[in-house]
């Protein structure tokens, strides 16, 4: 208890932060050096029934009354997590203002569809964004362009927790680190709290709200479900995870299970070394967490209140400036154990589609999706269920580099797979099939003509295109 000790005598000094803050920082500390880390015993595991983790099929269709519908919508609050940044894709500020697609960003989407939505049914659905102390001040900004739509768009910051010098539990910004570094947002475990610390839960159940749906801001998919909101109300679930089957891509997802009678999610940094491939197989765990999840507001009040979150805790170890720090996080997927009548919902593949990377770029501003009305469709011409997977080199990571490298983005419909690597640029209207492989020689610049049609081809310089 001398490090937890150590750490309260430097919070009267973080003057940045809420006592809110202070005090959940403290609990997330306790709760790790207590060691009450959770081992998964793996004979205890089981495969969810259909009751607990339900498939998207079976769910109640709609009834056709729009006044039914509109019913509905008025009890839901849509949530984007919107803390993150869009360093890994080369841009500066938050990440959901990268353009997606005809010009438009993972915002200007999210805002048109709950548009369209209070449009069509007369209702009031608001979105709320959960910024960390990286975004909010662009995201302030951004939000402006959005006052003259009938969305009403509710801004809070999730809590900012000092990052701690690995070697003395010494909070970092007390160690010769002031500035941004010293900090770090602890996860979106921390919506539950941090949305009860704004203002904002009790205010939305005042207005009659019920249920929040909360989901990344990069994932395209993570659209309003009517007859997963239905499903919900009709058999009072507190807490519905959507999942989906696994591909390969998907190995590292977090899971669900049946353990002590309850669900819980189970992720790969809870999984004992022996078992790791068998949690990878596709066969014995099917699915994954989407992380789009619907909560009940009231059950959030109520859990939030008796500090009864207790979220497995994810030790992110860092380096920043030569000095190796901690930061503690909880995811709020984790969370589906400590509510009543928690369930999943094996959703089709098409509610994840998470942008993470200029290839999920390169996906969804092809022909193999459409946009209309804020919603990005995938293209019903396309036999295959599965997209194409993508593989692009250094060069097209940051998204500038990416968009001058396409005159056009190639239609890619008819492809299985593409490796890009070198120096490679696209001219405009080229169509790729099949497999297809490019890889420019070190030193060489390597242009595709306009109008070039590859099917399983694999170029390593221009001869290989006159062919």
Not at 324 to 336: R, S
Request: glycine share 6%; aromatic share 8%; net charge neutral.
């Amino acid at each position: 208890m001398e490090k937890l000790d150590h750490i309260k005598s430097h919070l009267p000094s973080l003057s940045q932060i809420s006592e809110n803050e202070k005090n959940g920082f403290i609990n997330l500390v306790s709760r790790y050096l207590s060691g009450e880390a959770q081992h998964v015993e793996w004979s205890k595991i089981q495969t969810p029934t259909d009751k607990v983790v339900v498939p998207y099929d079976s769910l109640a269709p709609i009834s056709e009354d729009p006044a039914e519908t509109k019913k509905l919508l008025d009890k839901l609050v849509v949530l984007k997590l919107n803390g993150g940044l869009g360093t890994t894709m080369g841009c500066t500020g938050p990440k959901s203002v990268i353009e997606v697609r005809s010009g438009f960003t993972f915002l200007d989407l999210i805002v048109a569809q709950i548009q369209n939505l209070n449009t069509k049914y007369g209702c009031n659905v608001p979105l709320v964004l959960m910024n960390s102390f990286n975004t909010h001040d662009d995201t302030m900004k951004i939000v402006e362009l959005y006052s003259n739509t009938n969305v009403k768009v509710h801004i809070f910051n999730q809590s900012q927790y000092p990052r701690l010098v690995a070697e003395d539990f010494t909070p970092f910004p007390c160690k010769g680190q002031p500035g941004k570094d010293g900090w770090y947002p602890p996860g979106h475990g921390d919506v539950f709290p941090s949305l009860k610390n704004s203002g904002k839960l009790d205010a939305f159940l005042a207005e009659g709200k019920e249920y929040v749906f909360v989901a990344n801001s990069d994932n395209l998919g993570a659209v309003v479900d009517l007859k997963i909101l239905n499903h919900l109300i009709q058999n009072k679930n507190e807490y519905c995870m959507e999942v989906t089957p696994k591909t390969l891509a998907d190995v590292k997802g977090g899971t669900l299970i049946s353990y002590d009678g309850k669900v819980q999610l189970l992720e790969i940094a809870q999984v004992p070394d022996a078992h790791v491939n068998e949690f990878k197989s596709i066969e014995k765990f099917k699915i994954f967490n989407t992380n789009n999840l619907w909560v009940s507001l009231k059950a959030i009040k109520r859990l939030v209140e008796a500090d009864a979150l207790k979220m497995e805790i994810i030790p992110n170890p860092k380096e920043v400036e030569g000095v190796k720090v901690l930061q503690l996080e909880t995811a709020a997927g984790a969370a589906i154990r400590f509510f009543d009548n928690a369930i999943g919902i094996n959703v089709p593949r098409s509610r994840f589609l998470p942008v993470k990377a200029t290839s999920d770029l390169l996906l969804v501003q092809s022909d193999l999706y459409t946009l209309a009305d804020g919603y990005v469709s995938r293209n019903t011409a396309r036999a295959n269920p599965e997209n194409p997977s993508i593989e692009l080199g250094p060069e097209f990571k940051k998204v500038s580099n990416f968009l001058s490298r396409f005159k056009s983005i190639p239609s890619i419909i008819n492809l299985d797979s593409l490796i890009v690597s070198g120096d490679v640029w696209f001219g405009a209207n080229v169509v790729l099939k099949g497999k297809v492989k490019i890889a420019a020689k070190e030193g060489v610049k390597l242009e595709i003509p306009d109008g070039t049609v590859l099917e399983n081809k694999e170029i390593n310089g221009p001869e290989g295109l006159s062919a």
